[in-house]
């Protein structure tokens, strides 16, 4: 969902079933499409890599170093072939090297190519040093709007810059909610805000730097406000009761369903002892379903083949899975493309 949302904002997003395609390695076979997938998958190795790079707690500001951001964009594009990280004008995007050129986004002038290093070390002063819980959410903020302000790269800023977020926000999120979801949802929003944030100062009474404190703080406001938004919803998605719910429609649709064989409602508190106990025996999940041996064998094998249930070998026990053609019972509204018609080929 975070490679999703983030190559969305890029205007290089492409179905989820590409992706659930990709990370089988089946590839399509028109190059386009190929190539967001390719950049999906790199986008999720990569935040794979990155998170397992992160220190236990209590070293909040790990994320936030420069060190890091450049890591990030190393581990997405040393990952791609040169043809997958070519720019609009022709140039081949070096993972994690810093840009030589000086260059121009919209309105906005980036700083000086020489002088990128020396913000670069100035951004290792300030936002690292967080600690604790108590404006985390701003130091990030801040740092996000910091560092695409920098530019410190030629291309691939934005998509660098959300993984050094997404991984600064570990320690809040722990990965059950995204901010790449809301700033995808609100993009226009996100772009103007973060442009707004590059203005000049405004006066005497508008901060001590050369860009406007105003604007940086509303910058800020509204990445709070949208990191609330997504505790929020992932709270009410998350809601053991709304799961249970959402687990019975299932069940009831597909086994009344003439496209779906061997389903069967009695499964349902079967499965939501899976999804709140864990790991469970295949021998106590079908006795829990009430069905005869035969038939309970039949539905266990139908619900792993269709991936409701996920399991290590052919005797381990079964764990709860969200497959993405069942999330718009499960986890409606958090991947609402997912249940779309692909129409990519």
């Known amino acids: 969902m975070n490679s999703y949302y983030s190559n969305r904002i890029e205007g290089q997003g492409t179905h989820p079933a590409n992706i659930e395609r990709a990370l089988s390695a089946d590839f399509s076979t028109t190059p386009s499409v190929a190539q967001k997938q390719r950049i999906a998958l790199a986008h999720i190795e990569a935040e794979k890599e990155l998170e397992a790079t992160l220190p236990g707690a209590g070293i909040e500001g790990f994320a936030l170093r420069s060190s890091f951001l450049i890591s990030a964009h190393a581990a997405l594009y040393r990952r791609l072939q040169a043809a997958d990280r070519v720019t609009q004008d022709g140039l081949v995007i070096e993972p994690g ?154 069940m009831l649709i597909r086994s009344e369903s003439a496209q779906h064989s061997n389903y069967s409602r009695q499964a349902t508190l079967a499965l939501h002892h899976v999804l709140l106990a864990g790991p469970t025996a295949r021998g106590e999940f079908m006795a829990m379903t009430g069905l005869t041996e035969r038939t309970a064998s039949r539905v266990l094998a139908q619900l792993i083949k269709d991936k409701l249930l996920v399991s290590e070998g052919p005797k381990s026990p079964v764990s709860f899975n969200f497959p993405l053609d069942a999330l718009n019972l499960l986890l409606p509204n958090l991947y609402p493309e997912a249940s779309t018609i692909n129409s990519e080929a």
Not at 240 to 247: F, Q, S, V
């Open 97 to 250: 090297a810093l840009r030589t050129q000086d260059v121009s986004v919209g309105r906005h002038q980036a700083p000086i190519a020489a002088s990128v290093s020396s913000f670069l070390a100035r951004m290792d002063e300030v936002y690292p040093r967080i600690k604790g819980l108590d404006g985390v959410l701003f130091y990030i903020a801040a740092a996000h709007h910091r560092a695409a302000w920098v530019h410190p790269f030629r291309d691939g800023n934005g998509r660098a810059c959300r993984l050094q977020t997404h991984c600064a926000m570990l320690p809040l999120s722990a990965g059950l909610w995204s901010v790449n979801r809301g700033l995808a949802r609100q993009r226009d929003t996100y772009y103007a805000l973060l442009d707004s944030a590059d203005a000049a100062r405004q006066g005497d009474l508008d901060g001590r730097g050369n860009l406007s404190e105003k604007a940086l703080a509303q910058w800020c406001a509204y990445f709070v406000a949208l990191a609330d938004d997504q505790v929020t919803f992932m709270g009410k998605l998350l809601g053991l009761e709304r799961l249970k719910d959402g687990i019975a429609s299932l």
